[in-house]
């Protein structure tokens, strides 16, 4: 044990003691009182994050409506911002946008889905511990990667069937953003049935049914709100992705529903307008901030609606 | 008759199980889809690039001919950016996760801030990009650097930081705090000294996914202006610098007109996704030994 006076200790020592002591407490205190506001300020960080970003899109936005008449800009089939008559339709963005998406997730649902099901209801133990850290691992896969491989390998493939394929084009880009996010609508899925009540699947199993009668219409339609849900989030993914479309489906502002065309997207819009270095003040560099902002509304949209169907929805067991 | 239909004829049991063992068939082969293609991926990439991976390709700076580029630059890039992001997202992504789950009172503020949090996460990397440019590059006159870049990174991925965060925070059992109260310990100290130090493994799990998609991400550096080549190495986080997602880029779009790029874009792929795939291989690694214990 040391003394617990402090070293060279004289006649006041105690007085000295009591001192340090009372110091020490209230330290303490102080940390106790202003760590949980310090706290508190950096959770609060986020909302000013969010709330950065609205105020920066939106002024940017309103200057941008000063220029082109907001009608015009939801309507207008033509995009051509850096033409002698500019016009700035946003409609080719948004087909470019939804007919991509869509795309994927015609591949992504189906597959997913079916993947989810076989991970819940018919995998193994083990196959499942090794099957689904692979499927992370893909989701771990850098979306400029799978751009190259749209690019360099899918494309090429594809032309070799499709000799009409132009060499940018909105159908590869679509298919590997598909295949990007297949991980994420499997593993929300499977959540969504594994956390289906065992005692389910044992009566319908008792009644005699297979495991895929079970699957069909046991599990999948008392998961169905978390499986809705993990394809609106899937959705609002495909709409935001950027690096795949940027590099695949060329800048061509293309109103057509002919996926063998070139056609932008929202966000290979906003990437061809910040690499072109657009002279800031200009419309054409509002118009970027209208079209994030329309993007950013858009899939903000999407996750409340699937955040809503997974609550509404949600069966109480 | 009520049933129309007779349940159990053997010719339709027979269907029935074929059905099954069909249905368990094709849906292994849907989960075993998207590993397929990252198969065709990797074998893809790694044949186009392999033979262009080489010391010198490691060592190398940014070169316009195809012969002596090398990602050097990019690699410094990306020390930098981590010396900005990792700092950052860790202070505050565990700061804010202990304020929500141990301070905060369940009330409006705290659903307000978590509603907030998940919302965040469904952001566009881009729109990201563009708070960046806005904020950090044109506002307060950072410039294109490391800075700009790694603040931008760090609200990317905070959201999955802090929710990370809270599940590891969350799975401490009550007691170990019950105890530290017992034994006069304050709040604050048996956050520090008790929870923090049995919820780190897990925080430390979600906060390597985290990286490496900060790593990973090329979306909101195009949008902020970080250049593809740099002939200056970066030696601190207020230079300008680039990362391999960036070189990636720029290569595969000039891939088309220089075969080259190709190479060069596929040998830097490997680069990446063999750092990628260490980082998350640990992190999945560290999370199943980590809930195997719990």
Known sequence: ?317 | MLHTRQPSSPSRIRYRLLADRSAKILFGAAALFGILIMGILLVRITSEGLNWLSLDFLTGRFSTSPEKAGIMGAVLGTFWLLAVVVPVTMVVGIGSAVYLELYSKSGRIRTFIQTNIGNLAGVPSIVYGILGLTVFVRALGFGSVVLAGGLTLSLLILPIVIVAAQEALRSVPSQLGDASYALGGSKWQTIQSVILPVALPAILTGAILALSRAIGETAPLVVLGIPALLIPFPGGILDRFTVLPMQIYYWTLDAALVADYAHLAAAASIVLLISLFILNGSAIYLRNKYSMKA
């Open chain 1, 1 to 317: 044990m040391t003394s617990p006076f402090p070293a060279g200790s004289s006649s006041n020592s105690i007085r000295d003691l009591i001192r340090h002591n009372q110091n020490q407490k209230t330290f303490r205190k102080t940390l106790e009182t202003y760590i949980p506001r310090f706290l508190f300020l950096l959770a609060s960080l986020s909302v000013f994050t969010t709330v950065g970003i609205l105020i920066i899109l939106m002024t940017e936005t309103i200057e941008f409506f000063k220029a082109v008449p907001i009608i015009e800009f939801f309507t207008g089939t033509v995009l051509k911002p850096l033409s002698q008559t500019p016009e700035y339709g946003i409609l080719p963005l948004v087909m470019g946008t939804l007919v991509s998406s869509g795309i994927a997730i015609l591949v992504a649902g189906p597959i997913g889905l079916m993947a989810a099901i076989y991970l819940s209801e018919y995998a193994s133990k083990r196959v499942r511990s090794i099957l689904k850290p692979s499927l992370e691992l893909l989701a771990g896969v850098p979306t400029i990667v799978y751009g190259f491989f749209a690019f360099t390998f899918v494309t090429p493939l594809l032309r070799q069937w499709i000799p009409s394929l132009e060499a940018t084009n909105i159908l590869s880009p679509g298919l590997v953003m598909g295949v990007m996010i297949i991980p994420m609508i499997a593993s929300l899925s499977e959540d969504a049935m594994r956390s289906v009540p065992e005692a389910m699947r044992e009566g319908s199993a008792a009644l005699g049914a297979t495991k895929l009668e079970t699957a069909v219409k046991v599990v999948v339609p008392a998961a169905l709100s978390g499986i809705i849900a993990s394809f609106v989030l899937g959705i609002s993914r495909a709409l935001g992705e950027t690096m795949i479309v940027a590099i695949a489906s060329g800048s061509s502002k293309n109103f057509t529903f002919d996926i063998t065309e070139s056609m932008q997207t929202m966000t290979a819009y906003i990437v061809e307008v910040t690499s072109g270095d657009a002279a800031a003040g200009s419309t054409v560099y509002y118009s970027l901030y209208a079209v994030a902002m329309t993007l950013f509304a858009t899939t903000l949209l999407m996750n409340l609606l699937a955040g809503k169907i997974a609550r509404k929805f949600r069966e109480v067991y």
